[in-house]
């Protein structure tokens, strides 16, 4: 059986990367895979860039998976991450670069191949309220909920072009990136969770804005629409912290895609493990 660990959403808390790094090394997972949003809050404050995040990888995050793989050897895991909507993407050539040490693999928009399972990565989310706009992009057209800032708007740590901001789609994204691959035993790795599931629930209840209600589930059309019409095998996502409290589970199902949310919004670490041959066996712990 091929052991795996989930995490997602750690945000720069270093406690909840100590508690990861042991895990990975008492318990030994083959497979680790990382939901993005990892780096610190704060990359726009005040409606400026301010870039807390600076540097964050190599003067911590890599020097501490570096001792790890240095003391675990051939036990250590192969790690799959890609960035969140949090993350500043002026630090993806920083995360590309350490994947070339072996600490970890990059997969945003690829396709890797492991034993017998294709992983694949995929960063963007549907448009936010928030100001960093690195990591988001229109769902299906042009559209955005009431409260939410566009992707032409906002504010990005690296230029794009004014077409990119304005007519790439998430839709559109997946279809390129799965193409007319076998999804039998496809696993991808989203940020965003599907919508209207039991992982994309927000806290919005009652709020307005302009007379119009808020949206209360908040995931991405375009990955549910694909999960629906692809059914890969295990499908993993983040971004909602507040949704397994509200709706009271941390795993939903479309068809025979299994999914599984770990991001959480309390100060401990959320770990879903799980094997790939046996999904049924995964289990969910806050420690």
């Not at 704060?42 to 870039?51: E, M, Q």
């Not at 072996?102 to 995929?122: C, E, P, R, S, T």
């Not at 939903?252 to 959320?270: K, Q, V, W």
């Not at 049924?280 to 420690?287: G, W």
Request: proline share 5%; aromatic share 12%; charged share 25%.
């Amino acid at each position: 059986m091929t052991a795996c660990i989930f995490v997602t959403d750690l945000h720069g808390n270093i406690e909840r990367f100590e508690k990861l790094f042991h895990v990975i090394k008492t318990e030994k997972p083959e497979v680790v895979f990382w939901g993005g949003d990892f780096l610190p809050f704060g990359a726009v404050k005040y409606g400026v860039l301010n870039l807390p995040q600076h540097d964050f990888i190599n003067r911590y995050l890599a020097k501490e998976l570096l001792l790890l793989k240095r003391d675990m050897g051939k036990a250590y895991p192969r790690i799959f991450l890609i960035m969140g909507n949090d993350d500043s993407r002026l630090e993806e050539t920083t995360v590309m670069d350490v994947g070339a040490s072996g600490i970890w693999d990059y997969v945003h928009f690829k396709k890797v191949q492991f034993n017998k399972w294709n992983i694949y990565g995929y960063s963007y989310v549907p448009p936010t309220p928030f100001r960093l706009k690195d990591w988001e992009r229109y769902d299906i057209s042009i559209y955005i909920d009431p409260g939410c800032v566009s992707p032409e708007e906002g504010l990005r740590t690296i230029p794009v072009t004014d077409y990119e901001k304005r007519w790439t789609t998430i839709k559109d994204d997946l279809y390129k990136l799965a193409d007319n691959d076998d999804m039998e035993n496809a696993v991808f790795l989203f940020h965003s969770p599907p919508y209207d599931t039991k992982l994309d629930r927000a806290g919005l209840d009652g709020m307005m804005i302009d007379h119009a209600p808020l949206a209360l589930h908040v995931g991405s059309i375009a990955i549910r629409r694909f999960i629906e019409n692809r059914q890969p095998l295990l499908t993993l996502h983040g971004h909602v912290h507040e949704s397994a409290k509200i709706t009271g589970s941390w795993k939903d199902s479309i068809g025979r895609t299994y999914m599984f949310n770990s991001a959480h919004n309390g100060p401990e670490l959320c770990l879903i493990r799980f094997e790939l041959e046996n999904m049924d066996s995964a289990t969910y712990e806050l420690l």
